[in-house]
């Protein structure tokens, strides 16, 4: 059981390093194979993607893919988000938070199917594939 936490931490940190957002695989990790609460699942991602988006940051910068002035009004924003995103999620009992978390990975993950029809091969074209 250990070893399966370890490995979904693990995929989690490189997706998280990727920008895919590494709680799409740690926190069902957490709650289905590990059997934690979702409330603390999603307090462990959030913990664990700090570390994980600053070697992130270090790297892109260091690629000069970051415009640190652009970024501003977006870490500011995605501040306030979290702020707000984490007091709403203390207000919603365990099981509904599950729900609406589950609700939203299906979500995405619809429309990241239909993208990937819309766009084809563009992806190869760009040299990306």
């Known amino acids: 059981m250990i070893v399966l936490g ?5 995929i989690a940190g490189v997706a998280a390093g990727m920008g895919m ?5 740690l926190i069902p990790a ?5 059997g934690v609460a979702q409330h603390d699942a999603q307090l462990v991602n959030m913990i664990a993607f ?4 600053i070697v ?8 000069g893919r970051i415009d640190v002035k652009g970024m ?3 870490i500011v ?9 984490a007091y709403v999620a203390s207000l ?3 099981n509904v938070l599950r729900k609406i978390f589950g609700a939203g990975l299906m979500l995405l993950s619809v429309r990241q199917f239909i993208k990937s029809f819309r766009h084809g091969d563009k992806g190869k074209a760009a040299g990306r594939g």
């Not at 957490?30 to 590990?34: A, E, K, S, V």
């Open 56 to 63: 992130a940051i270090m790297i892109h910068k260091k690629e």
């Open 50 to 53: 700090l570390p994980a988006a």
């Open 30 to 34: 957490l709650t289905l194979i590990m």
């Open 77 to 85: 924003l995605g501040i306030v988000g979290a702020a707000a995103g």
């Open 92 to 94: 919603i009992e365990g």
């Open 72 to 74: 501003l009004p977006m």
């Open 6 to 10: 370890i490995l979904g931490a693990l």
């Open 21 to 25: 957002g590494g709680g799409t695989i």
